[in-house]
């Protein structure tokens, strides 16, 4: 089944913990982005990546970083999360920014 | 400024009444629109997309959209909905080459 997994689905941290929210998709998709979900304000781009090693930042860069070293992975790393960053996050992929998107469950994070 | 607009952000409606939902974009923006739909507790799905060809693009689950380049707009509509209708829509754009913009979503809710 061609889907977009994420985890951990819920994760309550404390600030300054480092964390990383896996992400993987077994479509062999090239394009592959992060973004978070705050109520009144839609989804925004995190980072995304166009392919293996090639990454740019999105709308809401800052506290996040990305990698992506193999097609199918693409993690969400809070090096030093704080509680402006307790949000939904969705991973994404497709074959390139002008097809669909592949949507994950979404992951739910809470900092405190 | 805000490259793509949804002007409500909630609609009741009530079932089997025609529905649409506004959307407006910026001319910062491409003509690469994209019609999402949330529903609770899930990730996104695509409903339509518009790149280029016909104003009136199809989708799933009977809705459609039409492109208006004169006034901006990508208004989504459904002429009959349903129960099962009830979700958030999310209208989005390509800006640049790479990046994907949403707007802050529209809460559609059906009443019997």
């Known amino acids: 089944e061609a889907q977009v997994t994420q985890n951990p689905r819920y994760l309550i941290t404390v600030t300054g913990k480092k964390l990383t929210v896996t992400c993987s998709q077994n479509m062999n998709h090239e394009y592959m982005s992060w973004y978070r979900q705050d109520p009144g304000l839609g989804l925004r781009q995190i980072y995304y990546s166009m392919n293996v090693e090639v990454t740019d930042k999105g709308d809401v860069p800052e506290g996040y970083k990305v990698s992506r070293k193999e097609k199918r992975n693409f993690p969400l790393i809070l090096e030093s999360p704080s509680p402006n960053q307790t949000s939904l996050y969705f991973c994404?992929?497709?074959?390139?920014?002008?097809?669909?998107?592949?949507f994950g469950p979404g992951t739910r994070l809470t900092v405190t | 400024a805000q490259s793509v607009t949804q002007l409500d952000s909630q609609v009741p409606v009530f079932e089997e009444a025609p529905v649409e939902l506004r959307c407006n974009y910026s001319s910062s923006v491409s003509v690469y629109l994209f019609w999402y739909v949330q529903y609770p507790n899930q990730g996104l799905q695509l409903l339509l997309k518009y790149l280029s060809g016909s104003t009136l693009v199809k989708g799933i689950n009977g809705f459609e959209a039409e492109f208006n380049k004169s006034q901006t707009s990508f208004h989504l509509r459904k002429p009959s909905v349903h129960i099962s209708d009830t979700a958030e829509y999310f209208c989005a754009a390509q800006v640049g080459a790479q990046k994907l913009v949403f707007g802050q979503g529209t809460r559609l809710t059906i009443n019997p």
């Open positions: 994404a992929s497709s074959l390139s920014i002008s097809y669909e998107q592949y």
